[in-house]
């Protein structure tokens, strides 16, 4: 990329034109009045050429737009530093050998939706055996251990089972993010494994569609994936991550 293509904006028919899609709800019945309330409020937000392409209530007081609309913003690319977990996505053969070779036995990985969240989809294809869209989950894998715990799983409950089964990392999904529910429950588990001297002793994983690697770190986990994510994603970071404390010295005995 030339140091002229390093900006980028948004792109509709043609590059560069700056055209941009967005979708919104306004508390309020739909109708002439509500259009025009969508279009002044994108070009009091700078968009220009706003137009209501959706208008569909969704009750007698809120109504669902999609807006057509264009930007003159660009994004210099060049500037920005994404701190993505370091790994090589392996097909599951060769994870299994890793660790086969490496440890010398299975890994024990312990998953569960935590705190309140009931969404079991994300945490359900990443560990369970069918897995989805053909890429099966964790618990297919010969040289690992899975235990999936389900949805609501208290952050005490799920720190006593990794401790009972041994385990050498935790998997923890999170969907909902309503008042930063996500945030408030992540936050108590590092709480109570640092409380317990565990963040150390197994690798912490978090992952939802809000999760980015940023966060995780932020919040002291060791890698966070987001959409997109295939076990084999999760497999492969989990062992160069566990092979890279074994070189280091820092697994448990």
Same mark, same amino acid.
């Given at each position: 990329?030339?140091?002229?293509?390093?900006?980028?904006?948004?792109?509709?028919?043609?590059?560069?034109?700056?055209?941009?899609?967005?979708?919104?709800?306004?508390?309020?019945?739909?109708?002439?009045?509500?259009?025009?309330?969508?279009?002044?409020? #994108?070009?009091?937000?700078?968009?220009?050429?706003?137009?209501?392409?959706?208008?569909?209530?969704?009750?007698?007081?809120?109504?669902?737009?999609?807006?057509?609309?264009?930007?003159?913003?660009?994004?210099?690319?060049?500037?920005?530093?994404?701190?993505?977990?370091?790994?090589?996505?392996?097909?599951?053969?060769?994870?299994?050998?890793?660790?086969?070779?490496?440890?010398?036995?299975?890994?024990?990985?312990?998953?569960?939706?935590?705190?309140?969240?009931?969404?079991?989809?994300?945490?359900? %294809?990443?560990?369970?055996?069918?897995?989805?869209?053909?890429?099966?989950?964790?618990?297919?894998?010969?040289?690992?251990?899975?235990?999936?715990?389900?949805?609501?799983?208290?952050?005490?409950? #799920?720190?006593?089972?990794?401790?009972?089964?041994? %385990?050498?990392?935790?998997?923890?999904?999170?969907?909902?993010?309503?008042?930063?529910?996500?945030?408030?429950?992540?936050?108590? #588990?590092?709480?109570?494994?640092?409380?317990?001297?565990?963040?150390?002793?197994?690798?912490?994983?978090?992952?939802?569609?809000?999760?980015?690697?940023?966060?995780?770190?932020?919040?002291?986990?060791?890698?966070?994936?987001?959409?997109?994510? /295939?076990?084999?994603?999760?497999?492969? /970071?989990?062992?160069?991550?566990?092979?890279?404390?074994?070189?280091?010295?820092?697994?448990?005995?």
């Amino acid at each position: 990329m030339s140091r002229g293509e390093n900006r980028v904006t948004p792109y509709g028919d043609t590059r560069g034109d700056g055209a941009i899609q967005l979708s919104f709800t306004l508390p309020m019945a739909a109708g002439e009045k509500a259009r025009r309330a969508a279009v002044i409020l #994108l070009t009091k937000m700078g968009f220009t050429e706003a137009r209501v392409v959706l208008m569909e209530a969704m009750d007698p007081e809120f109504t669902y737009f999609i807006v057509y609309a264009r930007t003159t913003e660009s994004v210099d690319v060049s500037s920005i530093v994404v701190h993505e977990a370091e790994y090589e996505v392996m097909e599951p053969e060769e994870i299994n050998r890793t660790i086969q070779e490496t440890f010398g036995r299975k890994i024990v990985v312990i998953g569960a939706c935590i705190g309140s969240d009931a969404h079991t989809v994300g945490i359900d %294809a990443i560990m369970n055996m069918k897995g989805y869209d053909m890429h099966k989950g964790l618990e297919s894998y010969a040289g690992i251990r899975a235990v999936n715990l389900g949805a609501q799983v208290p952050c005490e409950t #799920l720190v006593a089972q990794a401790v009972e089964e041994g %385990a050498d990392a935790l998997l923890v999904s999170q969907v909902v993010t309503q008042k930063n529910a996500h945030l408030k429950n992540l936050t108590r #588990l590092i709480e109570i494994l640092e409380a317990e001297g565990l963040a150390e002793t197994m690798v912490l994983i978090v992952g939802g569609p809000q999760v980015t690697p940023e966060l995780a770190k932020e919040l002291g986990y060791d890698a966070g994936f987001g959409r997109g994510t /295939f076990p084999e994603h999760v497999a492969s /970071f989990l062992v160069q991550e566990m092979a890279r404390r074994e070189n280091r010295g820092e697994n448990r005995g």
